[in-house]
Nanobody, 124 residues
Framework: QVQLVESGGGLVQAGGSLRLSCAASGRTFSAYVLGWFRQAPGKEREAVAAISWSGGTASYIDSVKGRFTISRDNAKNTAYLQMNSVKSEDTGVYYC?????????????????WGQGTQVTVSS
């Protein structure tokens, strides 16, 4: 099992910044990829960004490219999502998740372990 705890959500004005954290513990040796997902009210959960567990390759959905940055601190077993120039459409519950080998970064069903989520609300 891998346990994930997100933090850092809150209320932010459009154009502002927020940094989300995801602390991982447990059997992290099985991890292959870490992803950030979000779910807005009435919408399906969607991938936002992902990074290989080694901290190498990062991927983003088009709508956040150039604004969001995903990173990992291996020493702290923690991942981050730096959100800059936020927009109202970034509002939602943000989840971090871990997938094992073969997980597709943009497929929520491929991720086995999930955090409880943290709310991000962008006011216009």
């Amino acid at each position: 099992q891998v346990q994930l705890v997100e933090s850092g959500g809150g209320l932010v004005q459009a154009g502002g910044s927020l940094r989300l954290s995801c602390a991982a513990s447990g059997r992290t040796f099985s991890a292959y990829v870490l992803g950030w997902f979000r779910q807005a009210p009435g919408k399906e959960r969607e991938a936002v960004a992902a990074i290989s567990w080694s901290g190498g390759t990062a991927s983003y959905i088009d709508s956040v490219k150039g604004r969001f940055t995903i990173s990992r601190d291996n020493a702290k077993n923690t991942a981050y999502l730096q959100m800059n120039s936020v927009k109202s459409e970034d509002t939602g519950v943000y989840y971090c998740a871990v997938g094992t080998y073969g997980s597709r970064w943009n497929s929520p069903n491929d991720f086995a372990y999930w955090g409880q989520g943290t709310q991000v609300t962008v006011s216009s």
